[in-house]
């Protein structure tokens, strides 16, 4: 069983940024790849940004590319997500998940395990 706990949304400013984090308690994130998902009321949730075990490859939806950058500290068992240039309609509920399945880190259905969430929200 792997609790997540992410941490580090707020209410910012149209190019400002944000460091989210997502922690992991009750075993380690050895094994397991972590996924950044977020969502809006009453859209289903999307795919932000996975790195895997292995290698750590990094994923990225085209949105977000050369503006957030995914990191993991397997020491600290965290996985960070450096949100810059944060636009208004990167505000939403982001949520943090792990998995040990490796065929498509961008789908919901992967994931075995999910945090809570933290809000971000951008003003312009």
């Known amino acids: 069983q792997v609790q997540l706990v992410e941490s580090g949304g707020g209410l910012v400013q149209a190019g400002d940024s944000l460091r989210l984090s997502c922690a992991a308690s009750?075993?380690?994130?050895?094994?397991?790849?972590i996924g950044w998902f977020r969502q809006t009321p009453g859209k289903e949730r999307e795919f932000v940004s996975a790195?895997?075990?292995?290698?750590?490859?990094?994923y990225y939806t085209d949105s977000v590319k050369g503006r957030f950058t995914i990191s993991r500290d397997n020491a600290e068992n965290t996985v960070y997500l450096q949100m810059n240039s944060l636009k208004p309609e990167d505000t939403a509920t982001y949520y943090c998940?792990?998995?040990?399945?490796?065929?498509?880190?961008?789908?919901?259905?992967?994931?075995?395990?999910w945090g809570q969430g933290t809000q971000v929200t951008v003003s312009s």
């Open positions: 009750g075993r380690t994130f050895r094994g397991f790849a």
């Open positions: 790195i895997t075990w292995s290698d750590d490859s990094t």
């Open positions: 998940a792990a998995t040990n399945y490796d065929w498509d880190y961008r789908s919901v259905y992967q994931y075995r395990y």
